[in-house]
């Protein structure tokens, strides 16, 4: 059973940062991608970034050059460093791990808010 434990959640005022983590039950090497998805009330879940076996990494344009994504392949952990954030950035954020199939973290709350 493949596992997904997410931290580093909460409220940050905005400008703020935070670093969320995802740590995998497995070898994060069991998988060709991670990602991180968000998801507002209301909203459908959107890609905010992935990061391949290899290492690369892609951003879409709405938070490029804020959203940092990483990985610790000895502690089988991602992270997701946001920076600078916006009261837009409140949401779910969801770690995700792909091979075969998809597995999906609990979800973490993230609020911006001052």
């Known amino acids: 059973q493949v596992q997904l434990v997410e931290s580093g959640g909460g409220l940050v005022q905005p400008g703020g940062s935070l670093r969320l983590s995802c740590a995998a039950s497995?070898?994060?090497?069991?998988?060709?991608?991670m990602g991180w998805y968000r998801q507002a009330p209301g909203n459908q879940r959107e890609l905010v970034a992935t990061i391949t076996s290899f290492g690369r990494t892609n951003y879409p344009d709405s938070v490029k050059g804020r959203f940092t994504i990483s990985r610790d392949n000895a502690k089988n952990t991602v992270y997701l460093q946001i920076d600078t954030v916006k009261p837009e950035d409140t949401a779910v954020y969801y770690c995700n791990a792909k091979n075969r199939l998809d597995y999906w973290g609990q979800g973490t709350q993230v609020t911006v808010s001052s």
């Open positions: 497995v070898s994060i090497f069991s998988f060709n991608s």
